[in-house]
C-alpha cells in the first residue's frame, strides 16, 4: 500500500559474467499505471574474466577427458553474440542452438581448432535461447542467452 512493506523474499542467484541486472514491477490491468521505488537493493561479485574450469585449476591438457567451458557475449545481446570455444582445442564439435521450449533452432558443425563463433540471433524473437555446444570425449554444455531488443 505504500505504506507498510514486507519482505517478500531474498534470492541469491549465482550467475555467469556478462550480465546485466535489472528489477521490474508489473501491473496485471493494462488500463492503468504502476510506480515502484526499489529501495536496500545490491548487487555483489562479478568478474569480468574467463571463470576457471578443473582443467586449468588441475593444470591437465584438453585431452585428459574433463569437461571443456565455453563463453558468450554479450550476454543478454541484442542480436550478435560471440562464442568463445578456445577450450575446445583441436575437438570435433557442433554448435546447437534451441528455444526455451527445447526446440533446436540451428545446427552448426565447427572446424577443427576454431576458436571464435560469430551467431547473429537477431532473427529470433526477444526470448531465452539455449546454446549447446557437443565435442567428441567431452560432456555437452549449455549456456543460456537473452535476446532482447
Do not use: H
Request: proline share 3%.
Amino acid at each position: 500500500n505504500g505504506t507498510t512493506w514486507y519482505n517478500v523474499g531474498v534470492q541469491n542467484i549465482v550467475m555467469g559474467d556478462c550480465i546485466e541486472v535489472g528489477l521490474v514491477v508489473n501491473n496485471y490491468n493494462s488500463n492503468s499505471t504502476t510506480t515502484a521505488t526499489f529501495g536496500n537493493v545490491s548487487v555483489t561479485g562479478g568478474n569480468m574474466s574467463k571463470p576457471l574450469n578443473i582443467k586449468s585449476i588441475a593444470g591437465l591438457s584438453q585431452d585428459d577427458g574433463l569437461a571443456a567451458d565455453f563463453r558468450v557475449t554479450p550476454n543478454p545481446t541484442t542480436g550478435l553474440v560471440q562464442v568463445d570455444i578456445s577450450d575446445y582445442g583441436d575437438k570435433k564439435a557442433v554448435l546447437e542452438i534451441y528455444n526455451i521450449e527445447g526446440r533446436r533452432l540451428m545446427t552448426q558443425p565447427l572446424d577443427i581448432g576454431q576458436k571464435t563463433i560469430n551467431l547473429d540471433l537477431s532473427v529470433y524473437e526477444n526470448g531465452i535461447y539455449l546454446v549447446r555446444l557437443k565435442a567428441e570425449g567431452l560432456p555437452d554444455v549449455t549456456k543460456r542467452v537473452v535476446r532482447i531488443e
